[in-house]
């Protein structure tokens, strides 16, 4: 525990700093430092966040004796500050206000108490003093709820309950028949005051205390009872913040903007927090308190002129009307104005950052309450960012620190056309499972979805879930919607490969397939009907909401070139067609980390020779329906060795279990039957042979490759006939093939044997060559753990983090829906790890593979290819560990190319 | 390389000796190491294993090259002990055999070549010299034959192509209307001869070898030629012997047994190799080569007069008769047996061993042509093993690592009684998954078992596959039989655990439920109908066989004590019930290492309440039914507790996913709906509800305990108040309450506060308390990997190998057998990893886990109580990286123990 435990500020000097944000919380320590810069700010003290901790440890009045004699002498220098009035001096009141300061800011914790100090004598004094009676008994009566609602207790626990002083409002406005608070006379108000007291006797059983003294104490705990109520505790947890960190406690000599048409409150922005642009912008209202700006009972004015025109426009007011009625600041008070817009741009300057600030004018007085940076938008933060670079306000590797990369996702997908909003109704919540905004009409089943594309009609593909063989319909629509499944369930991993929005495991769905309808609550939606998902919030509504495509600024591409500049470990991207290959490339993506070749199968006529390979009874017959594919599956790579020319493309050989290329339903075996031209018996008996228990620990991967090698021999010869076809057209291809799921270096020996042997004899063929790499994907735990000697043969690594986290944990992705709500809830678990890297399971296992893998073949390529690859702390990580690349879904490129810059400039600080 | 290439032995001396078997080859050594004591054996010499391996890198003319020289000057120093006949003078010429000796006896390689050195020139002075023409042109026919197959590759591929020399036989024999080869003259002979030179010549296009030195050579190629040939590759690979090690080739003067009346050759034992009795035995034949005794073309005679007269009592021949017709070698050779008598104890003595050897008596001579460590049943390994100890020839560590582990499972478990096997038809063959043998009626319903059961029945459950449903129905038939599943499959497993004979994966059967049926290759058995299963080989017969159940002798238990004297790890046992307990103790069991709670609840009635608890709609509803199964698990804790007195037991908490306990079928799903009262609809809701994907690594283990707190909490209710129950009778409960597949630090500090809170509650209720221990299964990967962390909590890890297995490589065990036996097959896997430990990669885990664990909680007890814990060579892993103990099914923990021991013992040398 330090030494000083209350810290005073004021007069424009201060005991604390910008910098003791841990100890005097993000507001105390901007208090002390705007004083320190000259600022104006009412003087006060604070508390210290030790204290709060202290309280949790010896409790209420320990604690008050121990800050007791600080507080005092803090008081003494703040009613020496402002000249006159004293704390408890009914003759001359000093008023207060008490405000919680953690170090981060925390909704859901006790805010503020304005006005501590008045009693039935000092209202009487002020309203005497101020000549204005209705100001003291209507600040009385506000500070009488505020300390009733948060420090007495009375506030209801639940929303549906009513406030008891609301209610006594409520009962005097319609027994006097008004509408507006501001109608109550100041009699109104000074029974008002009678009336809060007399429920606050009923329901505590004791007076309101009219002690100033008592008042402060008792508000000053609980702003650090706050700390531990249940909604600060949530927020920390979803925010991780540590409970020890503990919140501080300002206090500070009331200033009043509610004191007549001289004064005023409001609150601004140094930039535009929607946009970025570089202009001051802000609200204020005349003769009010703070919280009269947010709640909305008035319309609050701009504060600069062109700012209250561009309202005016829009709201249709006439410039006559405007100026008369709703003049912004710079025109009603020109002068304070003058003061305000110099403090913002002094504020900016130090801060070297957007901020956002509360102020107060009282009597024509500016005074600051608050400084801190604004919350923006992603839009808004690469251009402040940016913008600030390029006015050396800030250097480059500090403009990169400053967007969040996450952020990023924001600026990437299609967004709702803010007008066009009120053209749907929300009708359920899913998960957020690809974000982005999307309209279309409702569809149910994949090949209809291909239909109605081809028709040119827009579409929802709405499910129950999806699988593999949706893929093309959820291709061609605009967004997908499935009533089961998590945020990385099939729908949602494919869409987020895709860029397309998906909203999943929206529970309250009911689909229909055979009627064509969905029901939610009762209400039914058919076949054909519009809907408008939101993949960035999971909402989802009925009607058709208007999107507008993301566009891309040149801010956004001076951001993309710094964090190349600083970043150290490359990025790929996963993509599976030309068209994703060159999304990615666009978003700046350093070759392909993963190309799913199962993908391919699945498009279009592909699937009929698959099938005619599953079904085939011996390798002859397998031979027979690979050579069918040969030339599908060599098309597909020219394509894709294209649109990523000159970068490297890793190819994963054929992965999941055959299982997912056949149909499961009556339906879709006859088709296949009859597709075929066998007996629907033999189609069945051979989707039941397939059938496995754990089919994500099955008969897949090299598994597959290893027990039947003329799939192997087929790919290698697509992938490498593919890439001599392109170089004889001068095109550089650079193909690395990968064998997924090894977990015996000899499973890896065989596949190679197999691929080189393959690729020899293509060679031999062209009578040319290429160069190409073989590796593996780490991605069962035996691989990892023996990594020394899969390293002897493979060229390179890459940890397919979906499935070592699910073998790593055991966790089925699937069907963690059943228990990840618990974990989360419980803290077991403090993510989802399929959503944010486990560093010290999943982690470790690639630590410790790269390394052993890199000591005996110190040249080996090592990577990430899972979902993993394009979230921000996971990007960091594999930094740290030394990865030589990041594979991410295209529209991810950029989040994990900033993120990487990040990662860099922190490893180097 | 070594300098010396070709080592002579004979006349009492040797240039190597009985400790160079890896450069001489078993046989090469024991030859020369009889020589030095003693022991008279026809001089010759040992071309070295290195020659094997030089012949595969730098071929045939160079090898000879190397070594000609060599083999010359060895070949001297035979002719020299033989005293006149020398190699390759037809005139006194001298004969050699020719075989192969690799470190290890290997069947499969080319063996042996009698009489080379044989030509038309040498045949007729042999003959002429002996007087005996008929033995001359046999001994060269036999050659020409020998060496024609082997050597010159007449032989064919397949058996089911004749041996042209045997068409050549068979011609002669049917041309001449005679039956027997002694009933060809001399002249038949000779033109045998001829008619098979022509034979080598027209396949070969060459003429027979004339030249002795071209025979010789060509003979040694052939050795080192046929140390690569399919079946010697195929035997190495099954007795992971490596290739590199190479074979010697022995050259040896020939010794005849055909050359008359005082002639002879034979076999012998130097005990009883079927039980083990101290007892010379074996078999001869006067007039003849070794191979005739094989041959079974005349019936070989009695060595010793006792065990003559017991071989005459067998069979029915008269005393009078059997000494006429069939004399012992003791009676008709009396001065050569005694020769023979004291050179078997000699080569027993000096080898402490019991001995297997082959001698010739040519013309009243013994001649010893072989010693070896003799092939012993489990009975006789024992038997002599203690026997020897007792007599003081060995030592008890010695007689410990005499006997296979792994063999003491062949006196465990009931076998068929050897008279009885004609009673049944072999039928089909499955996979050996618990052995043991077992007859009774066909059953294809568990509870049909159990009727059948209560009515004093002998059944054999016969399923397609079994499921924990089936339980029950397993524990009352005499034995399993399952057309689907490997070796790890739940009825493997399950059958295992409880040491009933089970054969899986017969996958020639076919069941037809309905007709209660069941199908092979066209013949159909019907409910009722006898079976017989040998689960030790997979047998399956039609009939009943009758069984003896196995008797454990004091020379078992003898084993049994050594075994604890030496071993350092505690051997546990799985085990469910009371029963299992007691018979595991019975084996020397020190404690249960793994306890399912589940299977208690699938017997009788527990079911309802289960599925009660499962269809409960919210916490009450679960904790109505736990309420219900409270006291029936606290009664089956009782009875194990009482069982294992003085003992741990490790209790696992519900570890599989609740769908186990439901019905999958309609007519299940009805009864349930019935049971149960509700609706057919609900029991379905609820079972597709709980449908996973990959129920493996779904909502099971610890997972449920943390979702559904209140089962932990019944769970250790029952525990605790079993164990406060039996203490009042003055019983001795030490449970240990194990949390399954943590995965998270923070599964295990969930669980371990409810158990802690719940055992405080009733040690209150009861005012009186036990100690207990909690700890956790480590068999999700990353619960290894963060060992350090989980041991912060658990006083105790129990590794569950088969799940840990199953997660680190990513293989379903239900699944495996789609690629297994390729993998298998390519050697990609050496073993099945769920029957041996793979030490490389979960072994790996295992040592890393254990070794954190114990940073952080020296004391920690780490145990493994997966299906390898009565594995040899995974027991003898644990002991090396020092675990406590190792759990196994209770018929396996002789083996534990055994292998334990051997584990210390080699340790410690």
């Not at 409970?243 to 601004?268: D, H, I, K, L, P």
């Not at 098309?635 to 649109?643: L, R, V, W």
């Not at 994963?652 to 075929?676: C, I, N, S, T, Y």
Request: proline share 4%; net charge negative; hydrophobic share 40%.
């Amino acid at each position: 525990m330090s030494e000083k435990q209350v810290y005073f500020f004021g007069n424009k000097t201060a005991e604390g700093n910008g910098s003791m944000r841990e100890l005097l919380g993000g507001k105390g320590a901007n208090l002390a430092e705007m004083n320190l810069i000259g600022i104006p700010v009412p003087p006060g003290f604070t508390i210290t966040t030790e204290v709060c901790t202290l309280y949790y440890k010896v409790g209420r009045e320990a604690v008050i004796r121990q800050i007791r004699g600080d507080v005092q002498a803090a008081m003494g220098k703040v009613e020496a500050s402002v000249n006159g009035p004293k704390f408890g001096d009914n003759k001359n009141p000093l008023l207060v206000s008490v405000r919680s300061g953690a170090r981060a800011s925390m909704p859901g914790m006790m805010d503020t108490i304005l006005n501590l100090g008045l009693n039935d004598e000092a209202v009487e004094t002020i309203a005497t003093k101020s000549g204005n009676p209705r100001f003291a008994w209507d600040s009385y009566r506000r500070f009488v709820q505020m300390y009733g609602d948060v420090v007495l207790d009375l506030k209801p626990a639940s929303k549906e309950d009513h406030d008891p002083f609301e209610e006594i409002i409520d009962k005097m406005k319609k027994d006097k028949g008004i509408q507006l608070d501001t109608d109550l006379t100041p009699d109104d108000l000074k029974q008002l005051v009678a009336l809060f007291k007399k429920a606050v006797k009923d329901k505590t059983g004791k007076d309101f205390p009219i002690d100033p003294w008592e008042q402060l104490w008792g508000a000053v705990m609980a702003v650090f009872g706050s700390w531990m109520n249940d909604r600060a505790i949530l927020y920390r947890k979803l925010n991780n913040i540590p409970a020890e960190w503990g919140t501080a406690v300002n206090v500070q000599a009331m200033v009043f903007g509610n004191m007549g048409a001289n004064s005023a409150t409001g609150v601004a922005f140094t930039r535009d927090a929607a946009t970025g642009e570089a202009l001051f912008n802000g609200e204020y209202l005349i003769n009010a308190q703070g919280e009269d700006v947010v709640a909305g009972i008035r319309t609050p004015q701009q504060i600069t002129k062109i700012g209250s025109q561009r309202w005016a426009k829009l709201a249709n007011v006439p410039e006559e009307e405007r100026a008369a009625e709703y003049p912004s600041l710079e025109e009603s008070m020109p002068s304070v104005y003058q003061d305000l817009f110099s403090t913002q741009k002094h504020l900016e300057q130090h801060h070297k950052d957007m901020q956002d600030i509360e102020f107060t004018i009282q009597d024509g007085k500016l005074w600051m309450l608050q400084t801190r940076n604004g919350k923006r938008t992603g839009a808004a933060m690469v251009k402040i960012a940016i913008d600030m670079f390029r006015e050396g306000v800030i250097d480059e590797q500090t403009a990169l620190l400053r967007c969040e990369a996450q952020k990023l996702d924001e600026l990437l997908h299609p967004v709702f056309d803010a007008d066009a909003l009120s053209a749907g109704t929300l009708i359920a919540r899913g998960l957020p499972a690809s974000p982005g905004a999307a309209t279309g009409q409702i569809i149910f089943f994949a090949e209809d979805a291909e239909t109605w594309a081809a028709q040119g009609k827009k579409t929802i593909l709405v499910r129950t879930e999806t699988s593999p063989e949706d893929l093309k319909g959820m291709y061609v629509a605009e967004g997908i919607l499935t009533a089961r499944g998590g945020m990385t369930s099939h729908a949602a991993v494919v869409a987020r490969g895709m860029g397309k929005c998906c909203v999943s495991g929206a529970g309250s769905i009911v689909i229909d397939y055979k009627a064509r309808t969905l029901t939610i609550d009762g209400k039914t939606l058919k076949e054909g009907d519009w809907i408008s998902l939101n993949g960035s919030t999971g909402n989802v509504y009925s009607g058709q909401i208007k999107t507008r495509e993301a566009e891309l600024s040149g801010d956004f591409a001076e951001l993309m070139t710094l964090s190349e500049k600083y970043a150290r470990l490359q990025v790929r991207t996963n993509a599976d067609t030309p068209h994703d290959a060159q999304v990615a490339r666009n978003f700046g993506a350093q070759g392909i980390g993963l190309c799913r070749t199962e993908h391919m199968f699945f498009e279009g006529e592909k699937i009929i020779p698959m099938r005619e390979m599953i079904l085939a009874d011996d390798e002859a017959g397998r031979r027979k329906a690979l050579a069918k594919l040969l030339p599908l599956q060599r098309a597909d790579f020219e394509g894709i060795f294209e649109a990523m020319q000159e970068l490297p493309v890793t190819i994963r050989l054929l992965d999941p279990p055959l299982h997912e290329f056949v149909p499961h339903d009556l339906k879709g075996q006859e088709e296949m039957a009859k597709v075929m031209g066998i007996s629907l018996k033999k189609v069945q008996e051979k989707v039941e042979s397939l059938h496995e228990f754990n089919p994500m620990l099955g008969h897949r991967g090299c598994r597959l490759g290893n027990t039947y090698p003329e799939i192997t021999e087929m790919q290698t010869r697509a992938i490498i006939e593919a890439a001599l076809n392109l170089k004889k057209r001068g095109i550089t291809a650079i193909p690395e093939i990968m064998v997924p799921l090894v977990g015996i270096l000899y499973e890896l020996k065989y596949q190679e044997q197999i691929i080189r042997m393959t690729a020899q004899n293509v060679f031999d063929e062209y009578n040319d060559r290429i160069d190409f790499k073989i590796g593996t994907m780490i991605e069962v735990p035996r691989a990892a753990l023996t990594a020394n000697r899969i390293a002897e043969t493979a060229e390179f690594f890459s940890f397919g983090t979906n499935d070592l986290t699910q073998m790593t944990f055991g966790y089925s992705r699937d069907d963690i829906a059943k228990f990840l709500p618990v974990y989360l809830e419980k803290n077991i678990l403090k993510s989802d790890p399929f959503q944010i890297l486990d560093q010290k399971g999943v982690g470790q296992l690639i630590g410790m593979a790269t390394v052993n893998g890199r000591s005996v073949r110190p040249e080996l390529k090592v990577g990430i290819c899972g979902e993993h690859g394009g979230e921000p702390s996971s990007v960091e990580f594999c930094h740290h560990i030394g990865l030589n690349y990041v594979s991410c879904s295209p529209f991810r490129v950029p989040i994990a190319r900033l993120a990487a810059a990040h990662a860099a400039i922190k490893g180097n600080k």
